[in-house]
């Protein structure tokens, strides 16, 4: 209760300062600048309990906040690459089998790809269907995936 005694004591006396200063002015201009001073000053007055409380709710810890940054930025990347890979990995798997069936073959493919230099690169194929040399040959060529990583599945 003194506290808030104390505050409103405090507003009283500026706006009563502000009050005679600005009665003490002569007209014109210069009382203009008075009073907005005074105003001010009142407002500053009303507000000052605001500078001493201590709201720990709006505390900012710029240490969390680029740690979550930081976190969430990697997130997205990941999420990024994830979806490149897995775009690239579907598009050799539709190359393959339109390939297959221009050779007369019925294959179904699925490309596992891995990063280099963060570029996704084709390493291991699975191919559904009966074998064809020229399919595998293609594969190696066109793609760089080694016969030791091609898997066949025959049906």
Known sequence: MDFFRQWLLGVVA???LVS???QLCPEGSMRGVVRFTGALLVLCAMLRPLTAAELPGLAWSGGAYREALARVQSELQKAEENALSD???AGLASYIEDKAES???EVRAAVTVEARDGVPVPVA???RGDYSEALSDLV???L???KERQIWIES
């Open 14 to 16: 500026c706006a009563l």
């Open 20 to 22: 005679v200063s600005t």
């Open 87 to 89: 775009g690239i990995a």
């Open 103 to 105: 050779l007369g073959a």
């Open 125 to 127: 194929v699975t191919l």
């Open 140 to 142: 190696e060529r066109d």
């Open 144 to 146: 760089g995936v080694a």
